[in-house]
């Protein structure tokens, strides 16, 4: 296999072309592993004080309603952390914001099990919450920049089903430690696993090997990379390493609007903001609004199981198809979504109807946001990576904040269960059309000028 780029001197090897030409080795599938495991501890510490909320409650003797503002602070400080520290790992590194983002939210983690208050606990989720966007929006750069291009979907994907699992597995994990031990008990290992993985994760993971081409100076550091990735590959001694994509001056964020890319970031924002608002609408009341339908509270609860199990799936197909069909595979999951989250709402004469029914629609919803996730990943060269797909993950989460708020208001106006489904149904469609007009996008301005993925 030739290392060298056409046109280049015998000395220059183009790193972006080498990996595209390499199939996933050794290296790539242990940068997957240590991304899968981080994703994981963070499904688990965004969904944590969600499985504590009722004992703590009633240990301080809270109203319902009053706590709302603890659950809106994670996501709101989730928002902070992906617009601030996604360009910062443009600047200084995805590695170094991964691991420092990590023990922030760990750290923050474990002192919630100290909190003695409401305004207490609500502080350090916010702080969670920053730590979490910093470190989901570059570990996806991260991994995705040592995927091959034509696998990146299917390496995005991938790490959402460690999240979704993470997610997944804490409600049991909670189950068992809160009878025994107490909600702090929850944050006590909320806190110290990914303080641990943190350490693990400043040896065992490297820096991005496209990050580093970018950057004079770091040649040694990419030789080495290159020496793990592609062992056969002989580099001559001096060689240069080249990235067909430049090192813009600046800040990261405006060039999500520069070269013809404003369009392309905006129709992505929209996506993600409708796409979460129809999530989160739907979770956050899928068991209250089954139970007021008249299903038993225990298979309500079951329902959701059959959600994210859905999304699983969904997850494991949405990624290769990114790969396959592009944009357009994505704006048809959500088309399918739209259908099926309606149909939640009249399917409840039948049980077994009902739970394949939210099955399926797992799939598409949590699935075609796996897509997007994986869409975002590709959109933006090296340099801006991390902040093309921070800032869409924490604009998308003011879809995650009014979708609860908008059910609740939908709920309060004596508004029909089967309409309510109908209303969560509607932000797929937008979503889906958002989608579709990027896909359609001319290519000057869906993707940056000269990248070569």
Same mark, same amino acid.
């Given at each position: 296999?030739? !290392? ?8 220059? $090897? ?8 390499? =199939? /996933? ?5 242990? $940068?997957?592993?240590? *991304? ?45 952390? =992906?617009?601030? %520290? ?7 590194? #995805? ?7 990590? %023990? ?80 702090? !008990? ?15 994760? +400043? ?20 030789? =080495?990379?290159? +020496? #793990?990735? !592609? ?5 001559? +001694? ?47 009341? %899928? ?51 739209? /259908? ?29 946001? $796996?897509?997007?996730?994986? %869409? ?35 709920? !309060? ?20 059309? +958002? ?12 993707? *940056? ?5």
């Amino acid at each position: 296999m030739s !290392a060298v780029a056409a046109g280049e001197p015998e000395a220059a $090897i183009d790193v972006g072309r080498l990996l595209d030409g390499l =199939a /996933p080795g050794a290296l790539q599938r242990r $940068i997957l592993f240590w *991304s899968c495991l981080l994703m994981a501890v963070e499904g688990y510490d965004m969904q944590v004080v969600a499985y504590g909320a009722p004992a703590i409650i009633k240990a301080w003797g809270l109203d319902k309603p009053a706590f709302a503002v603890v659950f809106a602070a994670g996501l709101f400080g989730y928002l902070l952390g =992906a617009l601030v %520290l996604g360009p910062v790992g443009d600047r200084l590194g #995805r590695k170094k914001v991964v691991v420092g983002s990590t %023990l922030l939210f760990g750290a923050a983690t474990l002192l919630c099990a100290l909190a003695a208050s409401r305004g207490e606990l609500l502080g350090l989720r916010l702080v969670t919450g920053v730590g979490l966007g910093g470190s989901i929006a570059n570990i996806i750069a991260l991994a995705a920049e040592y995927a091959p291009a034509r696998r990146r979907g299917t390496t995005v994907a991938l790490l959402f089903v460690g999240y979704t699992i993470g997610s997944a597995l804490g409600g049991l994990l909670a189950a068992a430690l809160l009878p025994r031990f107490g909600w702090p !008990a929850l944050f006590v290992f909320g806190g110290s696993a990914p303080v641990l993985l943190a350490l693990l994760l +400043a040896g065992a993971l490297p820096e991005s090997i496209r990050y580093l081409a970018l950057r004079t100076g770091r040649s040694g550091e990419v030789a =080495a990379l290159v +020496a #793990r990735l !592609a062992p056969a590959v002989e580099v001559p +001694a001096g060689s240069r390493f080249v990235l067909r994509e430049a090192a813009r001056a600046g800040l990261p964020v405006r060039h999500l609007f520069t070269e013809g890319r404003a369009a392309m970031t905006l129709s992505i924002w929209l996506a993600f903001v409708a796409s979460f608002l129809g999530h989160h609408f739907l979770t956050s009341w %899928l068991p209250t609004l089954l139970e007021s339908s008249g299903l038993p509270l225990t298979d309500a609860v079951v329902a959701g199981a059959f959600l994210q199990g859905g999304g699983t799936v969904g997850c494991l197909a949405c990624g290769p198809l990114l790969d396959r069909r592009g944009a357009v595979a994505v704006a048809a999951t959500f088309v399918a979504a739209a /259908p099926l989250v309606a149909l939640i709402g009249i399917a409840g004469g039948s049980e077994a109807l009902l739970m394949a029914v939210i099955f399926a629609g797992g799939i598409c919803v949590i699935g075609g946001q $796996i897509g997007l996730n994986g %869409l975002a990943a590709t959109l933006y060269d090296t340099d801006m990576r991390a902040t093309g797909a921070g800032w869409a993950l924490g604009v998308g989460r003011v879809g995650a904040i009014l979708g609860p708020v908008l059910g609740g208001l939908l709920l !309060a106006a004596g508004l029909p269960v089967a309409w309510l489904y109908c209303c969560a149904a509607i932000p797929f469609l937008l979503c889906a059309a +958002a989608v579709l007009a990027l896909s359609r996008l001319p290519p000057a301005a869906g993707k *940056s000028a000269g990248a070569n993925g």
